[in-house]
């Protein structure tokens, strides 16, 4: 379905929980969060009846979000639900991998086509500091773990942040040297927990084009695709560059989000939701054709100082 600025919106991200077991700095705050009680957050049953009305509007690509998606109990069975559906042609996942060795292969035979995995660091010292209670070891056996039962192609997420992994820019783009694989870098944006960084965290990516020059630009990738891609000659895999502070990609927006307690969120930096709970059949596919409706053209801009109008933190929304 196309949205007032004739943008085709075929994507629905879902957030699956706002329960994590980690604590990322960038976007959960250590202590005090106050977890949505289960009786608040959609049941599987519910979340499935409100895809279903997204894909008679012609979603046809989904992606499972969190807080940790793979934390959510029934989380296969899901995907199960969600790859039944006539017209769905992707399901991904957003993950920080950590129970990937345990569930890859489940998830793959329930349908889930690929995943992107969170990694912003390959040293243990820096992914405890910035995960607050994780492993590195732990994150990257997930990663083993998908391309091993073959959720692929893979994408590695790190949000770059200056002074903490930039100095880490060579050593992340030189993975895609053997492996097919995508490492992104990402602006780190200014949402909810961010307070915490100086000035000097929010670089662009194009950083990333100065520490790795070797890197050649490559044909953009599909409609609504967020990432410049580039490659190193002769590489197996290549890199993507997300840049929603330095260059906004709402001319090009295919998505809307489902919150984990049934709100629709037409733009991820607008505070504007719509409750979806409770309605079923016609009135909810028009509840979310009218949500559609109300995407904005784009949103305010983003730096340090001028934040996110999102009215929650980044584990609650899902990225
Ligand atoms: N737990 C999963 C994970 O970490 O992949 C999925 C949810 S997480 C909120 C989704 C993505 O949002 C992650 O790649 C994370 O790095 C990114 N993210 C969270 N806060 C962010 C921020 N302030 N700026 C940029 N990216 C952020
Ligand atoms: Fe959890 Fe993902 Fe947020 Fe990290 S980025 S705290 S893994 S939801």
Redesign the pocket.
């Known amino acids: 379905m196309q949205d007032q600025y004739r943008r085709e919106i075929n994507y629905l991200r879902i957030s699956l929980t706002d329960r ?5 700095i960038y ?2 705050p250590a202590e005090g969060v106050e977890k949505q009680h289960h009786r608040d957050i959609l049941s599987l049953e519910e979340i499935a009846e409100i895809a279903e009305a997204a894909v008679e509007l012609g979603i046809n690509k989904i992606r499972l979000t ?3 998606p793979l934390t959510r109990l029934g989380v296969t069975w899901l995907i199960k639900r969600l790859s039944a559906l006539p017209g769905v042609r992707e399901i991904g996942m957003t993950t ?1 991998g950590i129970l990937l060795p345990k569930m890859a292969q489940e998830l793959k035979d329930a349908g889930l086509t690929r995943v992107n995995i ?1 990694l912003d660091t390959l040293d243990a010292a820096r992914y405890r500091q910035i ?1 607050r209670c994780g492993t590195l070891a732990d994150a990257l056996a997930g990663i083993e773990a998908a391309e091993r039962v073959g959720l692929t192609p893979i994408k590695l997420n790190a949000v770059l942040i200056g002074g903490f992994n930039d100095c880490e820019i060579p050593a992340m783009v030189e993975l895609t040297r053997e492996k097919p694989i995508e490492m992104r870098f990402i602006e780190l944006m200014p949402i909810g927990d961010t307070d915490i960084f100086g000035p000097e965290a929010y670089i662009p990516v194009d950083t990333v084009l100065e520490r790795a020059p070797e890197l050649q630009p490559l044909p953009d990738g599909a409609p609504g695709a967020v990432a410049k891609l580039f490659a190193l000659p002769g590489a197996k895999g290549r890199v993507g560059l997300i840049s929603p502070i330095s260059h906004s990609f709402c001319s090009s927006c295919n998505r809307i989000r489902l919150t984990a307690d049934g709100f629709l969120k037409p733009c991820l930096h607008s505070s504007r939701e719509i409750p979806l709970r409770g309605l079923h059949g016609d009135e909810l596919r028009r509840t979310f054709a009218y949500a559609i409706g109300q995407k904005p053209e784009e949103h305010n801009v983003l730096s340090r100082t001028e934040r996110s109008d999102a009215a929650r933190n ?2 609650e929304i899902g ?1």
């Open positions: 994590c077991n980690l604590r990322c976007c959960m969190g807080g940790e920080n969170s995960t980044m584990h990225g």
